[in-house]
């Protein structure tokens, strides 16, 4: 048992209009990065969790996400555990 | 009848709800706390526009989580009449009391402005005062009120006939021009299958004085009162007050 970082990607989901993506998109491609594709853009919540495991963080936050975190309707979302 | 108008902090149109009602329906509002967990017996919520929580996370998010919001679901369940305008709209959407999802306008600007709707059912609690195809002037002012959701609600939406206003111009006629934030089939207001709870973009309560620009937006509070009346299930409350022995 040890803290456990939690880190979160909330991504609007596919088919879903991103106008934000879309404005930095034709940002970019003004400034001359015209080889960039589709531009999603979406958030990223980092959570500390206190005395547990991995696996525990891994199921907790996944709840998180369900409930919370993402909308199920527009967004879709990631989690990754970086111990310690 | 009674009416209750929920205040979360970061509400600003609940004061509006207020005057619309008491003032201009000559109805008694109840003002109801975010930490409240009863409704006070009232015939109809309204969850009021404004910036809950600040909008953090999704706007809604948070403000869904509310102690009150128990009481509002349950009520809705019960099929109690339930007003969202603009942000009380988007928490109904989060609390998965109405389908779908607010996202960022298209244009991704702020918009504020005199908008018209066409009046598509009169079959809800929002539009029983109304005609289908009536034009109504009435304003929005919100930056997240694109109305999106999956193929299958939308055409769930339309085959049960629950999309309620659509933007359109000055003739009824909807398209793009018309549609202020890029919802999906010019959604302005959606109801769910019982036709209880409606969700609206629009804000009736800042349209109930000609002196403002449009009084239209009374009909669309005075229809509460109307649809329930032909429901036969205005409570008690909207009668006189019998004493007790």
């Given at each position: 048992m040890s803290d456990v970082t939690a880190r979160v990607y909330v991504t609007p989901k596919r088919g879903i209009l991103d106008p934000q993506g879309k404005a930095v998109q034709q940002s970019l491609h003004a400034l001359g990065?015209?080889?960039?594709?589709d531009v999603r853009v979406g958030k990223y919540i980092e959570l500390r969790l206190r005395d547990t495991t991995a696996a525990k963080a891994d199921e907790r936050v996944r709840a998180m996400g369900e409930r919370l975190l993402a909308n199920g309707v527009i967004e879709d979302f990631r989690v990754e555990i970086a111990g310690g | 009848m009674r009416w209750g108008v929920v205040t979360f902090p970061g509400s600003n149109d609940d004061r509006d709800a207020c005057n619309a009602i008491t003032r201009v329906l000559g109805d008694p509002a109840v003002r109801l706390w975010h930490k409240d967990r009863s409704l006070g017996g009232v015939d109809c919520v309204v969850l009021p526009g404004g910036f809950s929580y600040g909008d953090y996370l999704r706007c809604g998010a948070i403000a869904r989580f509310s102690p009150i919001m128990e009481a509002v679901v349950a009520h809705a369940r019960a099929g109690g009449a339930v007003l969202g305008i603009c942000n009380g709209f988007q928490v109904l959407c989060e609390a998965g009391l109405l389908p779908g999802a607010l996202v960022a306008n298209r244009t991704l600007r702020f918009v504020c402005r005199d908008v018209r709707v066409r009046v598509e059912t009169v079959t809800t609690v929002a539009t029983a005062f109304c005609r289908v195809g009536d034009v109504l002037t009435v304003p929005v002012k919100h930056g997240e009120g694109c109305y999106v959701a999956s193929e299958g609600t939308l055409r769930e939406l339309l085959d049960e006939d629950r999309v309620v206003f659509r933007y359109c111009d000055a003739h009824g006629r909807v398209g793009p021009e018309s549609n202020p934030n890029g919802s999906l089939h010019d959604i302005a207001g959606i109801c769910n299958a019982e036709r209880n709870v409606v969700g609206m973009m629009p804000h009736p309560e800042h349209a109930v004085d000609r002196l403002l620009g449009?009084?239209?937006g009374a009909r669309v509070l005075r229809s509460v009162g109307a649809w329930l009346e032909r429901r036969g299930t205005l409570g008690p409350s909207a009668t006189e007050v019998v004493p007790g022995p």
């Open positions: 990065f015209t080889e960039v594709g | 449009s009084d239209d």
